[in-house]
């Protein structure tokens, strides 16, 4: 998949099929975008793509107010990759760019630049500094004679899928409900660092990761950890401050895998994909207390695990 950071090189890309948007998450709806470009795409035997910004223009337009980011742009790339686009469009949101008025956002980046044939939005899309609607983004493609296919909301299970609702079941430590609007288990990936080495003075060695994107909320969970990209183990993660040992300190992440010794992870990248929530974080009375309950946490996980892997 060809990733273009701007439209200066987009030359290459004319007459694609483009879905447009933030695609936080990469959830089922976004999917369905996703889709239909590429059905679009295939009409023309064009590319299909896939036009994003980066950052968040939330980010630019209301920094204290802008949700956290459950996909980091990495990760991002590489869900979109394995949705089958051809390339990805990275646009740079600054201010500056928030002045786009939408008419130019089409006539100069969607129809000149990118040259596209078809536009791919969801329903509740707006463009350019006015917030331009669908309706009217339809009016200005069909004046450089470009089709626009708009997505109905998605749902599953009965809700509509939304990266704000994923946000809300993570933050709630549903990583069960939110894996249902993704189509997959909510991830993150960092860096092993050094901790203190309590865990494996107990029994329990964990990788302490610092991750990028949004963690669930503080409590234990099953989990499925694949390190180096290339080896995957199941896991019993701690997403919190561990108050047993530390009187408080910043949010992190602990994952014992289970069948691993916990060496020669010190630089490693671990990627962690969320499965079930087993309890939440709480304070123990003693380290044995600690270890004993640790060893509980990993027996659960492991039958969790072997029950979705079932399913």
């Given at each position: 998949?060809?990733?273009?950071?701007?439209?200066?090189?987009?030359?290459?890309?004319?007459?694609?099929?483009?879905?447009?948007?933030?695609?936080?998450?990469?959830?089922?709806?976004?999917?369905?975008?996703?889709?239909?470009?590429?059905?679009?795409?295939?009409?023309?035997?064009?590319?299909?793509?896939?036009?994003?910004?980066?950052?968040?223009?939330?980010?630019?337009?209301?920094?204290?107010?802008?949700?956290?980011?459950?996909?980091?742009?990495?990760?991002?790339?590489?869900?979109?990759?394995?949705?089958?686009?051809?390339?990805?469009?990275?646009?740079?949101?600054?201010?500056?760019?928030?002045?786009?008025?939408?008419?130019?956002?089409?006539?100069?980046?969607?129809?000149?630049?990118?040259?596209?044939?078809?536009?791919?939005?969801?329903?509740?899309?707006?463009?350019?500094?006015?917030?331009?609607?669908?309706?009217?983004?339809?009016?200005?493609?069909?004046?450089?004679?470009?089709?626009?296919?708009?997505?109905?909301?998605?749902?599953?299970?009965?809700?509509?899928?939304?990266?704000?609702?994923?946000r809300e079941f993570l933050l709630e430590?549903?990583?069960?409900?939110?894996?249902?609007?993704?189509?997959?288990?909510?991830?993150?990936?960092?860096?092993?660092?050094?901790?203190?080495?309590?865990?494996?003075?107990?029994?329990?060695?964990?990788?302490?990761?610092?991750?990028?994107?949004?963690?669930?909320?503080?409590?234990?969970?099953?989990?499925?950890?694949?390190?180096?990209?290339?080896?995957?183990?199941?896991?019993?993660?701690?997403?919190?401050?561990?108050?047993?040992?530390?009187?408080?300190?910043?949010?992190g992440l602990e994952a014992h895998l289970?069948?691993?010794?916990?060496?020669?992870?010190?630089?490693?990248?671990?990627?962690?994909?969320?499965?079930?929530?087993?309890?939440?974080?709480?304070?123990?009375?003693?380290?044995?207390?600690?270890?004993?309950?640790?060893g509980a946490d990993a027996g659960a996980?492991?039958?969790?695990?072997?029950?979705?892997?079932?399913?």
């Amino acid at each position: 998949m060809r990733v273009l950071h701007g439209l200066a090189e987009a030359a290459a890309l004319r007459g694609c099929a483009v879905a447009v948007g933030n695609f936080d998450g990469v959830h089922l709806g976004h999917r369905r975008l996703l889709e239909t470009a590429r059905a679009r795409a295939a009409t023309h035997r064009a590319p299909a793509v896939a036009l994003t910004f980066e950052p968040h223009p939330a980010r630019v337009l209301r920094p204290r107010m802008a949700p956290p980011t459950l996909t980091p742009l990495p990760r991002k790339l590489e869900l979109l990759e394995e949705a089958g686009m051809d390339a990805v469009v990275v646009l740079p949101f600054d201010l500056a760019y928030a002045t786009t008025p939408a008419a130019e956002f089409v006539r100069r980046d969607l129809c000149g630049r990118l040259g596209a044939s078809d536009v791919v939005v969801g329903y509740d899309f707006t463009a350019g500094h006015e917030r331009a609607r669908v309706d009217v983004l339809g009016e200005l493609l069909l004046a450089c004679g470009v089709g626009l296919s708009v997505i109905q909301p998605v749902t599953a299970d009965g809700l509509t899928v939304s990266s704000t609702k994923v946000r809300e079941f993570l933050l709630e430590g549903n990583v069960e409900g939110a894996a249902v609007l993704l189509g997959r288990a909510h991830d993150v990936e960092g860096m092993v660092e050094r901790g203190a080495g309590r865990g494996r003075a107990i029994g329990f060695a964990t990788a302490n990761l610092r991750p990028e994107g949004l963690l669930p909320a503080l409590g234990v969970y099953a989990a499925r950890a694949r390190v180096g990209g290339v080896q995957a183990f199941d896991a019993v993660c701690n997403v919190g401050v561990k108050p047993t040992v530390e009187e408080s300190g910043p949010v992190g992440l602990e994952a014992h895998l289970l069948g691993h010794d916990g060496s020669d992870l010190y630089g490693e990248r671990v990627r962690v994909a969320f499965v079930g929530r087993i309890r939440p974080e709480r304070r123990f009375p003693s380290l044995d207390a600690l270890r004993a309950q640790i060893g509980a946490d990993a027996g659960a996980a492991r039958e969790l695990l072997a029950r979705t892997r079932d399913r």
